[in-house]
């Protein structure tokens, strides 16, 4: 069993940054590919970004400004986010139990991740 717990959610105005962490508890997850999701008011989750061993993915609005990242030692995947706009505003959400394996297909889909952290609010500001 894996806890996840996102943290680093808020209010920025637009062009600014802010970096999302997801912390595993319960079992190391470095042998599960992690994503992100995100989920806006009246609208259905979405697929942000995914990290496996060695590769990366990103949802096409996101691509060159969002960057996934993993620190094995500290058991935590980051999502940096960088010129953030108003259509990012959701509750961003952290999701582990995929595998290394999956292709970015599999890992863009939110049945592949068996496990699902709380959610973190991000509003960005125009």
């Known amino acids: 069993q894996v806890q996840l717990v996102e943290s680093g959610g808020g209010l920025v105005q637009a062009g600014g940054s802010l970096r999302l962490s997801c912390a595993a508890s319960?079992?190391?997850?470095?042998?599960?590919?992690v994503g992100w999701f995100r989920q806006a008011p009246g609208k259905e989750r979405r697929f942000v970004a995914a990290i496996s061993w060695t590769n990366t993915y990103y949802e096409d609005s996101v691509k060159g400004r969002f960057t996934i990242s993993r620190d094995k030692a500290k058991n935590t995947v980051y999502l940096q986010m960088n010129s953030l706009k108003p259509e990012d505003t959701a509750v961003y959400y952290c999701?582990?139990?995929?595998?290394?394996?999956?292709?970015?297909?599999?890992?863009?889909?939110?049945?592949?991740?068996?496990?699902w952290g709380q959610g973190t609010q991000v509003t960005v500001s125009s």
């Open positions: 999701a582990a139990g995929a595998g290394t394996h999956y292709s970015g297909y599999y890992l863009s889909r939110s049945m592949s991740y068996k496990y």
């Open positions: 319960g079992r190391t997850f470095s042998s599960y590919a």
